[in-house]
């Protein structure tokens, strides 16, 4: 049994949702780091930060990079929203933390219907296919300005005192909805050349975002009883042209002396927004057992990160391994290479312009 994706070895890779975890000045730091070392520790291939708003909280791009120092192996990948922010400074800051993180950073690009949003930074408020049309022209651009700077752009030739090649940095030229931007970066090109860039499915296919376009997209369904024909289904639709499939999955686990319905309250589980597992964690292996087969990865979203990945660190991780389930964790590797995608060569290298 294999899954049909790109992971090495044909299993796939566990990522952890670490929202619950804050940033910024402690507690919130120390809270964070916490976390972040227990799911490197628990053999976790990536984290995840998301960007929901919360008072005196950093956003998931500033959470991710405060990370990237503390950790060796495990990929670190913000949700930065595409419709109403400045793409120009997406991509430097997402190549920053590459660089922070040695090689360990990717991009969920995310497209969020929020009229306040618009209104805050005047533009107007997309909706529906629009916001796939913002997410694919943040994305474009943001690609375009990691290769305007070709990796050997950086000389630091001290006999002529001159620190850049010129010639090796490029402008974009690119057109947006609404923006235009003339490049090149601010900054060099990231270690891993492109980012790993995670889509929502909904926001890729005809007329949408170009499949090519991203490395992974993200799926979900009503039930955990359906993800894996979900994944079939999202397969199916892009066709050829699919890149890596990753599972979004709420959890629930039994523990501390608690069922996992007791812990959910009663509360009846939004079905509306993602798959909810609640169960213990035996139950939890055998289902992602099940859905590594036929998706790359799963993406977790622990009810309480606290409690959960305690769980998942003690149980359900190490009976993956123990079946053969998961892909290694990549020693001294990138994002990249987790997905099994090579280091792209810049699209301008055979081209020069002066600055």
């Known amino acids: 049994m294999s899954n049909a994706g ?27 780091a916490a976390a972040v070392l227990a799911a490197e520790s628990a053999g976790f291939h990536a984290v995840t930060f ?20 503390l950790t060796r192996q495990i990929a670190l990948i913000p949700e930065v929203d595409t419709a109403y922010t400045e793409p120009f400074h997406v991509s430097t800051q997402l190549a920053s933390l590459d660089y922070v993180s040695g090689g360990r950073a990717g991009w969920i690009a995310t497209a969020e219907d929020n009229p306040a949003a618009a209104a805050a930074v005047g533009r107007t408020h997309a909706t529906g296919d629009g916001l796939a049309r913002e997410a694919a022209a943040s994305i474009e651009v943001s690609r ?8 050997d ?7 002529s005192g001159r620190y850049l090649d010129a010639g090796k940095l490029h402008y974009v030229d690119f057109d947006g909805p609404g923006y235009s931007v003339k490049g090149p970066s601010i900054i060099p090109r990231p270690l891993q050349g492109q980012l790993p860039v995670l889509v929502p499915a909904s926001l890729v296919g005809d007329g949408l975002i170009d ?6 997209v993200l799926v979900t369904a009503p039930t955990p009883e359906l993800l894996a024909d979900e994944v079939r289904d999202v397969r199916e639709r892009l066709g050829g042209r699919a890149p890596a499939v990753v599972v979004e999955l709420d959890v629930v686990l039994d523990a501390r002396g608690q069922d996992a319905a007791q812990r959910l309250g009663g509360v009846e589980p939004d079905r509306a927004q993602r798959a909810r597992f609640a169960g213990p964690a035996a139950e939890l292996a055998d289902l992602l057992t099940e859905v590594l087969e036929v998706a790359d990865g799963v993406r977790l979203h622990p009810a309480r990160l606290d409690i959960d990945l305690e769980e998942l660190a003690r149980l359900v991780l190490p009976e993956l391994r123990r079946r053969g389930v998961l892909a290694p964790v990549p020693q001294d590797g990138t994002f990249r290479d987790l997905l099994g995608l090579e280091r792209p060569a810049s699209r301008y290298a055979a081209t020069a312009v002066g600055i």
């Open 144 to 151: 375009r300005l990691w290769d305007s700077w070709e990796d």
């Open 211 to 216: 499949p090519s376009a991203v490395d992974a």
């Open 153 to 159: 752009a950086v000389i630091r030739d001290v006999a």
């Open 50 to 69: 998301r960007d929901s708003p919360a008072e005196g909280r950093l956003n998931a791009l500033q959470r991710a990079a405060y990370a990237g120092p």
């Open 6 to 32: 790109n992971t090495p070895g044909g299993w796939g890779f566990l990522a952890l949702e670490l929202d619950g975890a804050t940033g910024g000045s402690a507690p919130g730091a120390s809270a964070l």
